[in-house]
Antibody, heavy 121, light 112 residues
Framework: EVHLLESGGGLVQPGGSLRLSCAASQFNLRNYAMAWVRQAPGRGLQWLSAITSDGGDSYTADSVQGRFTISRDNAKDLVFLELTSLRADDTAVYYC??????????????WGQGSLVTVSS | DVVLTQTPLSLSVTPGQPASISCKSTQSLLRSDGKTYLYWYLQRPGQSPHLLIYEVSSRFSGVPERFSGSGSGTDFTLEISRVEAEDMGVYYCMQGLHLPWTFGQGTQVEIK
């Protein structure tokens, strides 16, 4: 069965940084456009950033632009989200998601289990 | 930003009864390619969200036929013909046309 697996979350102090990684099981991540979505405790879903399959294009929500950076290493079949200048309101579960752009309009057809990032002193 | 407004925000349904969720967008989600970039996701308690419907009315692989989507332009609806216990959770609509892509606030579905 295909899966996405996030890693790299944890407890970080305000102002700190983290890098989240996303790996795939049973398919090649390099063939897909990918994105990141987060969910603060008890809240709804917020799209953060997306990247094309070749890494040539990326899009990031204005709300985190300049602090969060999406990237990928297709040789290692990984996607990353670099989080910097973290604030308490960045505390959330961060989901890696696969975008279906070849056979669709970019809907998120596969979600990871999520990685919890807690920003606290 | 495009705002998606879901109604109702919560719903309590008896198994076997129908349910309907509305999603209204502040901008049209129809693109020049003829596709409408509106999707529906379900997040069951303690789980990650998963895709139910894409491009308004296309059911994703493995999604039961009791789920259907309809609408156009700015007004969309998700319907469950006969609710089952496993349908409980929070339903989100999402638009993937205008950056930033945005989600509705979610509709909590409870099974009576």
């Amino acid at each position: 069965e295909v899966h996405l697996l996030e890693s790299g979350g944890g407890l970080v102090q305000p102002g700190g940084s983290l890098r989240l990684s996303c790996a795939a099981s049973q398919f090649n991540l390099r063939n897909y456009a990918m994105a990141w979505v987060r969910q603060a405790p008890g809240r709804g879903l917020q799209w953060l950033s997306a990247i094309t399959s070749d890494g040539g294009d990326s899009y990031t929500a204005d709300s985190v632009q300049g602090r969060f950076t999406i990237s990928r290493d297709n040789a290692k079949d990984l996607v990353f989200l670099e989080l910097t200048s973290l604030r308490a309101d960045d505390t959330a579960v961060y989901y890696c998601v696969r975008r279906q752009v070849v056979h669709g309009s970019g809907h998120f057809d596969l979600w990871g289990q999520g990685s919890l990032v807690t920003v606290s002193s | 930003d495009v705002v998606l407004t879901q109604t109702p925000l919560s719903l309590s349904v008896t198994p076997g009864q129908p349910a309907s969720i509305s999603c209204k967008s502040t901008q049209s989600l129809l693109r020049s390619d003829g596709k409408t970039y509106l999707y529906w996701y379900l997040q069951r308690p303690g789980q990650s969200p998963h895709l139910l419907i894409y491009e308004v009315s296309s059911r994703f692989s493995g999604v039961p036929e009791r789920f259907s989507g309809s609408g156009s332009g700015t007004d969309f609806t998700l319907e469950i013909s006969r609710v089952e216990a496993e349908d409980m959770g929070v339903y989100y609509c999402m638009q993937g046309l205008h950056l930033p892509w945005t989600f509705g606030q979610g509709t909590q579905v409870e099974i009576k």
